[in-house]
Structures are given as structure tokens and as C-alpha cells.
């Protein structure tokens, strides 16, 4: 397909908009079939859930050209899993994995001729997202949702290659013990705007938030997970379960891991260590890594030993293999059939913490927690998908709320993503790098 005539290497990171965008709406139950569309436009009542209440999700994910030709995206199933367990703490119906990798597929052939070519340092920047559409005006959950896939050209995070930036400690939360922090929400976003403008003012390019419960353990910024090298070049990432399960920082700990041959770990990490790192970088779809060289902790300087010239040794090589498994340069992991069933339970939480299901519904998902535990401990799970889609179906013959109850499904899928490195088949989970390919 002919690229659009663009200057490719001139476009900075902004919204340029394409041929195509996929929309899908939830209404009396169930979501509708979706379909593309070439209005950029969204109208919406008045009273709207998402502009009264603020229910909204988002994901970000890039399709790239890579090195001979082919279109890819990278690790769309883990975006739709974490979307679906952002949906279900929003009392969200949430949008079918399947179906958000086919609306990803559909939106992206659509706009093949936005993606922009191999080595120009652009790429086709995705926006999966969902609100409340209809008019509300108690406190209550919509009861009609869109879901929407956008796509916009950016060209690279950084003009003229990724330069460390300075850093200060924020005095304000991003957020809360038992929150929503660990969810791609809008809500969450507007958490941190004045905190980020005020830094930009103080002449600092991002903050780091401390936990709000003791403030004394390193959490995020307000778009991005932290990565650390230590001095004798081991990872380290802050773990918490109050902060975004970063899809870049999980792939990261993977090439560090079998790529790079380097030990890591996801731990808490205390402020007080962090001045004995060698290195320190920000981690997220948009820049990949953006290396820290300095933070100001109120006037106080801590200073990174790699400096502020140039990424950190570490930190360089984590970037250069990631993006070139990105880009085709390098080879990817191969994909296991372990990869699709679950490897750990960190988010069963959602599913036992719905609403509005009769009492049966809650005996049988403990039942079925534990009916998972011993496929897990056994090693019997490739049945699991199935095992879950017969579930569902039971569930929903009983409780005529099919539509509603699917997200149980997403929501265990969704585990994969959050705990399983720390299991004996993480390997293959962390390897599910799972890129949707379109060739052109």
C-alpha cells in the first residue's frame, strides 16, 4: 500500500488525524458489532456518565513497520487484559480480548498507509479507550458504554536522541492505598496535571511520586514505571499494587532476564537506596526508556553515576534490544501455549468483588479459584480458556447477564500480565510478546 505523502522524519508526538477509527457501543446488555468509521467526531448528551462521573479507560500501544516490510503491533492481548481489569474496577462491561485484537487488526489495516516506513523513527500510535455514554445523573454506573480505537503518526519521544532528564520528588499523591492507581483510568491522569504543570514551572521534566500511605517507597511518575541499575548492573523495578502495571516495564525485565543475561527483580524500593543506583530511567509505550540523570528531592541533588549526556550503559542496551525486537531487527521470543492460561491470582480480587451478582456466583468463583490452583499446581492448563468459556456460559444461563458476566473471563486473563514472572511458567508468560503481523 502507498504511504501517505508525509515528511516522516518532521512529525513531532501529536494528534494527526487518519482515515479510520473502530466504534463499538454497549447498550441493553451486549455490544453491538463495531464497525470503522471515518468521523473523527463524538457526540454525547449533556449529562453524559463520562463527562459527570469521569468512567473512562484508556490503553496506548504502537504499530511499526518493521525491518523487511511487515506491519506489526506489539503485545496487543496483554493491553486488552489490562483494559478489561481497568473495566471491571470502573463497573465497566468489559470489551472480549478477541474482539479488541480483531478492532486493533481492522483499525490498523484500514490505516496502512499511515504507518509510517521502516527507520524513520515514527511510528502509528494506538488509542483503545471506553467511556459511559449515556445521560446520568445519580451516582451510578452508565448504562451505555463506546469503546473507540483511534490511531495518529508520532514521530520518536525524543528529537535528536534521548537526553537524561531531571527529575524532582513530588509533595503531592498520585495515588491512593487501595485505589485506583493501579488501573489505566482518565481519573487517574487528572490526578497528576498539576503536579506536572508545576514541575514544568520549577523547571523539572517529571515527578516521582512516593507511596501516600509512608512516603518513604519510590512508586511512578504520573505516565511512566521506574527502572533502576544497580552498581553491579542488576534491574530493579518498584513494586506495589498501587501503581500501572506497565506492559514496557515487564518486557523490559524480560530482555533483561533472556536477552541481556542480567538479574532482575520486582521488589519495593526505598527512597533512601535510591541515591546508590547507577542508573535510573522512566519506562512507558511513548519513549520506550527515558534515562534520569539528576532528581531533586526538595533542593537536595541525587546524581546517577551515568550522568546527564547519555543513557546509562544498562539502560541503553535494555532500549536498543527492546526496540529492535520491536522493529524486527531482532529476533522475538517464541510464543509457548502456556502463554495463554493463567500463571498466578494477584487479580481475582475483580472477580470477587462484583456487584449485583446473586450469592451462587460468588460460591462458584471461590469454587473455581481453587479448581485453577490445582490445574496451576498440577500442570494441567491448557484447558483453561475453555474451561473458563464453559463457566461463563453456566453463569450466564442462571443469571441472564451474559454481557455483564464476560468480564470474569477478562479478568482472570488479565492476571498473566501482573504476576506471572514470579511463577515456574512466568518465562513463558513474560515471552508472550504476541504481535498481531499484516503484511502490505
Request: with cysteine; net charge neutral; charged share 20%.
Amino acid at each position: 500500500m502507498e504511504k501517505k505523502n508525509i515528511d516522516w522524519s518532521s512529525i513531532g508526538f501529536a494528534y494527526m488525524p487518519t482515515d479510520y477509527r473502530y466504534v463499538s457501543n454497549f447498550k441493553d446488555g451486549k455490544w453491538d458489532e463495531g464497525t470503522l468509521s471515518t468521523d473523527p467526531n463524538i457526540v454525547l448528551n449533556e449529562c453524559a456518565g463520562v463527562l459527570q462521573y469521569s468512567q473512562s479507560v484508556f490503553e496506548g500501544l504502537k504499530a511499526y513497520t518493521t525491518e523487511d516490510g511487515h506491519i506489526v503491533t506489539f503485545r496487543p492481548d496483554l493491553n486488552a487484559e489490562r483494559m478489561a481489569a481497568s473495566a471491571a474496577r470502573l463497573e465497566m462491561p468489559v470489551f472480549p480480548k478477541e474482539r479488541f485484537i480483531d478492532a486493533v487488526e481492522q483499525v490498523v489495516k484500514a490505516n496502512a498507509a499511515w504507518v509510517p516506513p521502516y527507520g524513520s523513527g515514527a511510528t502509528l500510535y494506538l488509542r483503545p479507550y471506553m467511556f459511559g455514554s449515556n445521560a446520568v445523573i445519580g451516582v451510578k454506573p452508565a448504562d451505555e458504554y463506546q469503546f473507540r480505537i483511534l490511531t495518529t503518526p508520532v514521530g520518536p519521544y525524543f528529537k535528536g536522541g534521548a537526553k537524561p532528564i531531571t527529575i524532582r520528588v513530588s509533595d503531592y499523591d498520585r495515588a491512593a492505598p487501595c485505589g485506583t492507581g493501579n488501573i489505566k483510568a482518565g481519573l487517574n491522569y487528572a490526578m497528576s496535571l498539576h503536579a506536572i504543570v508545576d514541575a514544568h514551572k520549577q523547571g523539572f521534566d517529571e515527578n516521582m511520586y512516593l507511596d501516600p500511605k509512608t512516603r518513604t517507597k519510590v512508586e511512578e511518575t504520573g505516565g511512566a514505571n521506574f527502572i533502576f541499575v544497580t552498581k553491579d548492573g542488576k534491574v530493579v523495578t518498584p513494586k506495589s499494587d498501587s501503581i500501572l502495571p506497565s506492559i514496557t516495564r515487564r518486557s523490559l525485565i524480560y530482555v533483561a532476564k533472556e536477552y541481556l543475561g542480567l538479574e532482575a527483580e520486582e521488589r519495593e524500593v526505598y527512597f533512601d537506596e535510591v541515591k546508590d543506583f547507577a542508573e535510573c530511567g522512566l519506562c512507558g509505550t511513548a519513549a520506550v526508556i527515558s534515562p534520569v540523570g539528576k532528581i531533586n528531592d526538595h533542593g537536595k541533588e541525587i546524581c546517577f553515576p551515568s550522568g546527564m549526556e547519555k543513557m546509562g550503559p544498562v539502560i541503553q542496551k535494555l532500549y536498543d534490544t527492546l526496540t529492535g525486537i520491536q522493529m524486527g531487527r531482532i529476533e522475538a521470543p517464541k510464543m509457548d501455549p502456556r502463554n495463554r492460561v493463567i500463571t498466578g491470582f494477584s487479580s481475582l480480587y475483580i472477580t470477587l468483588s462484583t456487584k449485583n451478582r446473586p450469592p451462587y456466583f460468588f460460591r462458584w468463583s471461590v469454587f473455581y479459584y481453587f479448581f485453577i490452583v490445582f490445574l496451576y499446581k498440577a500442570g494441567i492448563l491448557i484447558l483453561l480458556y475453555d474451561l473458563c468459556s464453559h463457566y461463563l456460559s453456566f453463569l450466564s444461563y442462571f443469571t441472564n447477564a451474559y454481557s455483564r458476566s464476560k468480564y470474569v473471563c477478562s479478568s482472570l486473563s488479565a492476571v498473566i500480565s501482573q504476576s506471572g514472572s514470579s511463577s515456574r511458567f512466568g518465562k513463558y508468560a513474560s515471552a508472550s510478546y504476541a504481535k498481531s503481523i499484516f503484511v502490505t
